[in-house]
């Protein structure tokens, strides 16, 4: 078992506290053709020796197509294993400090620390990015139950629930929407994601329609 960082947005943060995301989707480095059959699994990615000759190298876990011809590791590991949650946060602490691993200074974390809901963040506390939290300074611990490959517009609308998104009846009343007029909307969590996707990629990110791992977790509780 290993343990690696994961980096996650504020609005995800919450999710994962709230109990509603329990998937990630992330982009594949190197994507397989759109009709490949892809297989995730311990496999043996083929390698040239200094002979010039292909042998079977040393056993990975990743996902491959092409008859074994192409491959990737995947880079959150497997089932099992752990990942550590980067997120947005303030410290008093100095820079030399915190490099130390300095663990008597208070930690703030930006999720959560909204004035008021819709206020935004407060503005009176200097956030560091969330690529710079040390391991000690991570409040979330998920460990890996899932890794799959699918095409991004793929999902379900039970694993855009997964991903975090809201329940709708809860939504249409807040909007004054009745459930009969809810429920004759279809597909309405896979257009949240598609919405949330194009928030954290860029516009076109969700049409692109790339290859992506599927990683299912749960919450290490402390």
Known sequence: MTERPII?????????????????????????????????????PIVIDRHDDMQPGEEIFGAHWDDGDF?????????????????????????????????????????GHEEAPGAGPRVDVKWRPSIHMPRWASRITLRITDIRVERLQDISEADAGAEGAPDYSSLSEASGEDMAEAQTRLCWRQRWFASLWNKINGPGAWEANPWVWVVSFERVKP
């Open 71 to 111: 491959g990737l590791r995947c880079p959150y590991g497997q089932p099992g294993d752990l990942l550590w949650v980067r997120e947005a946060w303030a410290s008093p602490c100095s820079t030399r400090e915190l490099r130390d691993g300095v663990t008597a200074c208070g930690i703030t974390y930006r999720t």
């Open 8 to 44: 996650f947005s504020a609005e995800m943060v919450r999710a994962i506290l709230d109990g509603r995301k329990k998937q990630t989707r992330r982009i594949m480095k190197a994507q397989p053709p759109p009709d490949a059959w892809v297989t995730v699994e311990h496999y043996h």
